[in-house]
């Protein structure tokens, strides 16, 4: 199978940046995609890249370097909205996504 | 619009009974998806069809039967289920079927089985 890691939980205050890094196997690797889960609820798309370099979306950014089969995303300006599960994907060329297990944000105030 | 619709929210259910669950998709997508997600786990995928054939199963055992009666609907019908297969049932749907097709989930079923 594919090993997807990232850390287990982050913690950080309002208005804050939090880094959540990301490493896949590169064998099959077609593309990475970043969810948020907020308890209880379905995950939803932030980001999807397949190519090296940054995408930037508003507060939140992925990084993205084939090479070292490693990716990450940004949370700037963190709000408490943002307390959530988000999850790392590799796709590969069918489009089955293999999540990681999830990093849990906790902001506080 | 990216909203994929499921029913019911919540479903309780014993062993011996015969239930479905729903998911529908207006979005023209011509991939569906189910996944089950336990507690504090990633989603897991089990069933993928591609314009309404069965393109991928993860080798799920056959108490989950899912259908595909038309390119905007999903079923998975559930028949003697254990206590273990009690988690978030979670449906999906993509514009096709490939590597860079972004998914897109519905809200989920939370399944008890008793």
């Known amino acids: 199978g594919q090993n997807i890691d990232q850390p287990t939980e982050m913690t950080a205050t309002e208005g804050a940046i939090v880094q959540i890094n990301c490493t896949y196997q590169t064998s099959g690797f077609n593309g990475l995609f970043w969810y948020q889960q907020h308890a209880g609820e379905a995950p939803t798309f932030l980001s999807y890249?397949?190519?090296?370099g940054l995408e930037e979306k508003g507060r939140f950014s992925s990084f993205l370097s084939r090479s070292k089969g490693y990716s990450y995303l940004l949370l700037k300006e963190l709000q408490m909205k943002d307390s959530a599960s988000y999850l790392c994907a590799q796709t590969d060329s069918w489009g089955k996504l293999q999540f990681g297990a999830g990093t849990q944000v906790v902001v506080t105030p | 619009d990216t909203e994929v619709t499921q029913t019911p929210k919540h479903l309780v259910m014993g062993m011996t009974n015969k239930k479905s669950l729903k998911c529908e998709q207006h979005?023209?997508?011509?991939?569906m998806y189910w996944y089950k997600q336990k507690a504090k786990k990633p989603p897991e995928l089990m069933f993928v069809y591609s314009y309404e054939k069965l393109s991928i199963n993860e080798s799920v055992p056959s108490r989950f039967s899912p259908e595909c009666p038309n390119s905007s609907l999903l079923n998975l019908h559930l028949h003697a289920l254990q206590p273990e297969d009690s988690a978030l049932y979670l449906c999906?749907?993509?514009?096709?079927?490939?590597?860079?097709?972004?998914?897109?989930f519905g809200p989920g079923t939370r399944l008890l089985v008793l």
């Open positions: 999906a749907s993509s514009q096709a079927l490939g590597g860079g097709e972004t998914q897109y």
């Open positions: 979005m023209g997508h011509r991939a």
């Open positions: 890249n397949v190519l090296d």
